[in-house]
């Protein structure tokens, strides 16, 4: 499979799909002697030429807790975007991926709460409560319209009992009770605009904006797993992908507030905990402050690091960033770089202004150069199908230096 996925398609293209994801795991993969070591090394040359491979860690905390050997049922399964399944309260008994899924999800516009608390924080807080609630209800609401349905509705994944326990109900029987397995989600955008918002930096920029995003995600987190307790339904909290929601939501807020420095003043809210794509900090830190989300995120987050260059001429520094991926304790990640293509020669790799084999401009021939990007965990070889948001948020996106290691207490500018 990599070594097909590194071969490229037939013109020596970057396949775009499918989504390939290697899980990462002590014992196994991670350190040299391991039985499949070779394969974590070639999933790094893979990644680095085709930026597929993913990369998902089983030894964070959060994942491991669930691991049992021998159940490859209980190993942690990333869905491409990020999307992850595991704790059940419902039955915990069966705290495993397969057989199950998120049954929907809604997020949560952090930056509009921040505004409107207008620097108070208890403010922020209380409202966040609120929102919250109203998200749960919403959930709730949806739920029932699912669970009241019948197995004959859900032809392949009741009728063939995909779903856990589905199998074991006949075909008008109502489907609340496998249904309960799955996952209700709340998810959050912004969380670096809300910050600036309530105390005029982020979270890449200060230690105390670092602190305060994380006990609003925190927060989040503990209402979430209380309520889950008290209804015995797995309520999760989402770092939300935001492919549409990104620019909707900065729209209307700009409309309706103005356009706030460092707040509304872009096309796009940052996408979930992310530090902003347009703020220079290294490939090192970046990982480090986005790490402590992965844990609270339980219902999916990806960290991602933009590389400069062509990563596969340098697999040292590449592998360097994953290993330390692993033990800054991420759930998920991935490593962007540039991946260009001139159709009409077949040259793969970087391309500035001119095709270095065969010397033709962008502009001259029929067509230009396709450009690979990822946005929101899916590889796009043209932005043209994107909305203007994703497409300037792409624009925005700085390159993290991978040149000093960070210092493990984070610099105050
Ligand atoms: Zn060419």
């Not at 009741?158 to 589905?166: A, F, L, N, R, V």
Request: with cysteine.
């Amino acid at each position: 499979m990599l070594l097909v996925t590194e071969a490229g398609l037939g013109d020596g293209e970057t396949a775009i799909f499918p989504i390939q994801i290697f899980r990462v795991k002590e014992g196994v993969n991670f350190n040299p002697g391991e039985p499949n070591y070779d394969l974590f090394k070639l999933a790094c040359r893979v990644s680095a030429k085709r930026l597929f491979p993913n990369f998902s860690f089983q030894d964070a905390p959060f994942n491991l807790k669930y691991y049992k050997e021998g159940h490859p049922e209980t190993e942690i399964a990333y869905m491409g975007c990020r999307t992850r399944v595991m704790a059940n309260v419902h039955d915990p008994e069966k705290e495993i991926t397969p057989g199950r899924g998120n049954l929907s999800f809604t997020s949560i516009n952090l930056p509009r709460i921040a505004i409107m608390a207008n620097k108070n924080i208890d403010w922020f807080f209380n409202e966040l409560d609120h929102k919250t609630d109203l998200v749960v209800e919403q959930l709730l609401e949806r739920f029932e319209i699912q669970a009241k349905k019948k197995v004959h509705n859900y032809p392949f994944l009741m009728g063939e009992g995909i779903w856990i326990d589905s199998d074991k109900l006949g075909c008008n029987d109502e489907v609340r009770e496998v249904l309960k397995n799955g996952t209700l989600s709340v998810g959050f955008i912004g969380l670096a605009e809300a910050l600036k918002a309530l105390i005029g930096v982020h979270h890449g920029e200060s230690e105390v904006a670092q602190n305060l995003g994380l006990d609003i995600i925190s927060h989040m987190r503990n209402r979430l797993d209380a309520l889950s307790q008290k209804t015995k339904l797995n309520f999760t909290l989402l770092a939300t992908p935001a492919e549409g929601l990104s620019g909707r939501f900065v729209e209307i807020d700009r409309k309706r507030f103005g356009s706030i420095e460092g707040v509304t003043d872009r096309e796009y809210y940052t996408n979930s905990f992310h530090i902003p794509v347009y703020y220079p900090i290294s490939a090192y830190k970046k990982i480090q402050l986005e790490a402590p989300y992965h844990a609270l995120t339980n219902a999916g987050h990806i960290t991602y690091v933009e590389l400069d260059g062509d990563p596969s001429t340098n697999l040292d520094a590449f592998e360097k960033i994953i290993r330390y991926m692993k033990a800054q304790g991420i759930g998920y990640g991935s490593i962007n770089h540039p991946v260009d293509r001139d159709p009409i020669c077949g040259y793969n790799g970087i391309i500035g202004d001119t095709c270095p084999k065969c010397g033709r401009k962008e502009d001259e021939g029929e067509v230009g150069f396709q450009r690979i990007r990822r946005i929101t965990g899916y590889l796009v070889g043209t932005l043209d199908r994107f909305n203007n948001a994703k497409r300037a948020e792409v624009r925005d996106r700085v390159k993290h230096s991978v040149v000093t290691e960070v210092k493990l207490t984070p610099k105050e500018d």
